[in-house]
């Protein structure tokens, strides 16, 4: 079993950035693999970006493919989200995810029952 603690949201102007952190404890952290979800309000939650356990194979959604940045550091357990330009579109509560195994085919990836520990989330807003 692992928990997930996740921090670094707040609210900032369109096109600045944030980085979002995810730490996790309990189970080994190396055996997950590990993703970030977010869900604006009233709208269903969405998958936004994907790491291998190696943190050498990373998955986007199109909507932030080449501003966002997902990363991993095994040592300290931590999973981390580099969001940069940042839109009011991006506004949402965003939660990291962990699968114990190997990531699944590209388009599970995104399916929310393939994950099996969820942290509480935090919160980003983006002003226009």
């Known amino acids: 079993q692992v928990q997930l603690v996740e921090s670094g949201g707040g609210s900032v102007q369109a096109g600045g950035s944030l980085r979002l952190s995810c730490a996790a404890s309990?189970?080994?952290?190396?055996?997950?693999?590990m993703a970030w979800f977010r869900q604006p309000p009233e709208k269903e939650r969405e998958g936004v970006a994907v790491?291998?356990?190696?943190?050498?194979?990373?998955y986007y959604t199109d909507s932030v493919r080449g501003r966002f940045t997902i990363s991993r550091d095994n040592a300290k357990d931590t999973l981390y989200l580099q969001m940069n330009s940042l839109k009011p579109e991006d506004s949402a509560m965003y939660y990291c995810?962990?699968?114990?195994?190997?990531?699944?085919?590209?388009?599970?990836?995104?399916?929310?029952?393939?994950?099996?520990?969820w942290g509480r989330g935090t919160q980003v807003t983006v002003s226009s």
């Open positions: 995810a962990a699968h114990r195994g190997v990531c699944a085919s590209v388009t599970r990836v995104w399916t929310l029952n393939l994950y099996d520990y």
């Open positions: 309990g189970d080994s952290y190396s055996n997950y693999c």
């Open positions: 790491i291998s356990r190696d943190g050498r194979a990373t």
